[in-house]
């Protein structure tokens, strides 16, 4: 059955693949992006044309709340409801922690955690109304292991996770489900969408150290070496499959990694027994079932 899909962050990535990917089996995409008049206008136009009438572009800034909530009163408006909800829209900011001003990451955090609940505020009163309807809220692996240089984006990704499983605890009586989805490392995620700390200047008092950016794209470069470069389109299809799946039977968290989804998988399990444990303690283990 066809259904209405909002998905943010389409320009490119894993937003214009999983728009493609819902398109070409019969569901209707309004996908958002910044700037549809310039910079993006080529990749607004080859949506449209993709989507056959299934795709309509909407400009929307994921920063601004007025800018949001006009983007989802037009989907609404022009389909009637929502029954997904795919916040993809993020970006990287990369460096040293100290490198990084505290504007940078405050917008780190604006566009990869608040971008996201503005979103749902905006969308989340016609779902809950209608008692039906999915959030699927693009996370990381980055959102569960740690590594140096991508403090900023990690911690997004942590406080992204903890916003999302609150939401999907809140949200369960309502009828509308939540799931993250995890992706691992894909080439075309590396070097799009990142911003690297604006203040080059404090590296230089970590020796060698200070060039821990190159030495992790390197790392990058050597694991999308060879023939098994993992392909962006597992998310995309990952994405399908929960929009697709029968309500009641989504998992909370699905993992798109070939390289090192065994490590995330192992602690998503560890961390749904101690919240099972914890909610039961406190009567509402049922939230976590």
Same mark, same amino acid.
């Given at each position: 059955m066809s259904q209405n899909v909002f998905v943010t962050g389409t320009n490119s990535g894993f937003g214009r693949l999983i728009t493609l990917t819902l398109v070409k089996k019969g569901h209707t995409v309004f996908a958002t992006m910044r700037d549809i008049a310039g910079r993006n206008a080529t990749a607004a136009a080859e949506l449209t044309k993709a989507g056959e009438g299934r795709v309509h572009v909407l400009e929307m800034a994921a920063t601004d709340d007025a800018s949001v909530n006009k983007a989802v009163a037009t989907a609404l408006e022009k389909a009637g409801h929502l029954d997904v909800v795919v916040n993809n829209a993020g970006y990287a900011s990369l460096g040293? /922690? /100290?490198?990084?001003?505290? /504007?940078?990451?405050?917008?780190?955090?604006?566009?990869?955690?608040?971008? @996201?609940?503005?979103?749902?505020?905006?969308?989340? @009163?016609?779902?809950?109304?209608?008692?039906?309807?999915?959030?699927?809220? !693009?996370?990381?692996?980055?959102?569960?292991? !740690?590594? @140096?240089?991508?403090?900023?984006?990690g911690s997004s990704k942590f406080a992204l996770e903890a916003l999302s499983e609150a939401y999907r605890y809140e949200l369960k009586a309502t009828g509308v489900e939540l799931a993250l989805v995890q992706p691992g490392a894909f080439p075309t995620e590396f070097g799009q969408k990142v911003a690297v700390g604006g203040d080059q200047e404090r590296a230089k008092g970590y020796g060698p150290f200070a060039n821990a950016v190159e030495m992790m794209a390197k790392s990058f470069e050597q694991m999308f070496s060879g023939d098994n470069v993992p392909n962006p389109q597992l998310v995309a299809d990952a994405v399908l499959a929960l929009v697709e799946a029968p309500a009641g039977s989504r998992p909370a968290r699905v993992v798109v990694d070939p390289i090192s989804g065994q490590a995330t998988e192992a602690l998503n399990k560890a961390h749904a027994e101690v919240q099972k444990h914890l909610l039961s303690g406190m009567g509402m283990g049922n939230l976590a079932d």
């Open positions: 040293l /922690e /100290e490198t990084l001003t505290s /504007e940078e990451l405050l917008r780190q955090y604006d566009v990869n955690v608040v971008g @996201p609940h503005r979103v749902l505020r905006a969308a989340l @009163p016609s779902m809950r109304a209608r008692g039906k309807g999915l959030v699927v809220q !693009i996370s990381s692996g980055l959102g569960r292991v !740690i590594f @140096p240089v991508m403090g900023a984006y």
